[in-house]
């Protein structure tokens, strides 16, 4: 698997150097579809996996398979050292990203279903909009305001679905927008990066330090790993190999090729393939007024996108 990753790195990149620049635009499209696909079926893994391993241990598992995988790539690809002016960028998308979002979005699910974490965390795109336009100058559409109205309201009414299930769930809805942030954060971070150094360089730094920072959670691994069905170790290894070796670094190559906003947005497709992966992996579906809300949510992250 992992010479194959390496092989199609390298494919993807000397495509692009033969078919020139004109090439990029459809390169980079690709890259983003992978990359949603697979993250949509994380937050499936995220409630398979949590089941057996608690939220701090699932993510330092999965960064270190991501993190050895990723390693095993570079070493393959002989890519030299980053540049020291990237180190801070790529230190605060660790920490805010590869570990943060990671550790949120896993201790929401644990009280959220997939398809409702899905849809709050998808309001990532238009935080990260808001971001990018004040930190990279992209600029702000007039919509974005309204967008930002209606994706509020999307989780007002996700939240009022899950108010009266218990306080559990409504505590999952405000850590799905703690990853959010996270993950906009991280995004704008990643951004600077990718000026200096490249998309697989960069997602490999990126999630070492967010395994380094995800460390304290050792022990607890090795319990729950010891304790964990079969199940839930083979959806931790897949995390770690797709969604996180393989879905972060096509959206890093995506990234390096169009403005962050944009991009974002894509990542709108997300809720509705959960919604099917986890109908059809672990048979649950949000509340009826989630998925309402949810369709606010994505009908928000539109409404921001427009030029």
Known sequence: MISGMATETVRLEQ?????GPGSEPVLAGVAALVTVVLWASAFVGIRAAGEDVSPGALALGRLLIGSVILGLLLLA?????????????IVVCGLLWFAGYNIALNAAEQRVDAGTAAMI?????LVLALFAGVILGEGFPRTLLLGCGVALAG?????????????SSRTGVLLCLVAACAYAGGVVAQKFVLRRVSAL??????????AIACLPFGPALADDVGAASRESIIWTVYLGALP???AFTTWAYALARTSAGRLGATTYLVPPISVL???????ETPPELALLGGALCLIGVALSRRT
């Open 277 to 283: 992966l986890a109908w059809a992996f672990l048979g």
């Open 121 to 125: 965390v998808n309001i990532g795109p």
């Open 201 to 210: 360089q960069t997602t490999f730094l990126c999630c070492l330090v967010g």
């Open 244 to 246: 996180t070796a393989l």
């Open 15 to 19: 495509t692009t150097e033969r078919e």
């Open 77 to 89: 690809r002989r890519e030299g050292r980053p540049s020291p002016r990237a180190l801070p960028g």
């Open 155 to 167: 989780v007002t009414v996700i939240a009022l679905a899950t108010s009266d299930v218990s306080d």
